[in-house]
């Protein structure tokens, strides 16, 4: 199996697309941590955590809702995605996601929290 780094989250992006929850969670180290950047709020820790955070998002889209990675980045460990969803509640949507892979899986992913940060 391939494990080089872009492979692997592309089989996981493949994998959220036909809502396959095992398969996503198969890419994922047991001890895996998703979180938002740049503050860091852990979104789920391990792979059951992984799993249920998916489960309970993934089931209630639409037929028609899509992941489409329109830029990728590959640097060593690191895969950085610019992921597009159609088929939302507002027909489009936009997330910026980095992966950290070793071994043929997923250690570590940050979302990047577009939202507006106040002045310091």
């Given at each position: 199996?391939?494990t080089?780094?872009?492979?692997?989250?592309?089989?996981?992006?493949?994998a959220?697309?036909a809502?396959?929850i095992?398969?996503?969670?198969?890419?994922?180290?047991?001890?895996?941590?998703f979180?938002?950047?740049?503050?860091?709020?852990?979104?789920?820790?391990?792979r059951d955590?992984?799993r249920?955070?998916?489960?309970?998002?993934?089931?209630?889209r639409?037929?028609?809702?899509?992941?489409?990675?329109?830029?990728r980045?590959?640097?060593?460990?690191l895969?950085i995605?610019?992921?597009?969803?159609?088929?939302?509640?507002?027909e489009?949507g936009?997330?910026?996601?980095?992966?950290?892979?070793r071994?043929?899986l997923?250690?570590?992913?940050?979302?990047?929290?577009?939202?507006?940060?106040?002045?310091p």
């Open positions: 199996m391939d080089l780094p872009a492979t692997v989250v592309q089989r996981f992006v493949d959220a697309n809502r396959d095992a398969a996503m969670a198969a890419l994922v180290a047991p001890g895996a941590i979180a938002r950047f740049p503050d860091g709020r852990v979104i789920a820790q391990s955590s992984i249920a955070f998916y489960a309970g998002r993934l089931p209630g639409s037929s028609g809702y899509r992941i489409t990675v329109e830029r980045i590959v640097e060593g460990h895969v995605d610019q992921e597009v969803f159609t088929g939302t509640p507002d489009r936009q997330a910026t996601w980095i992966y950290h892979v071994q043929g997923i250690e570590r992913a940050w979302v990047l929290d577009g939202r507006p940060q106040p002045a």
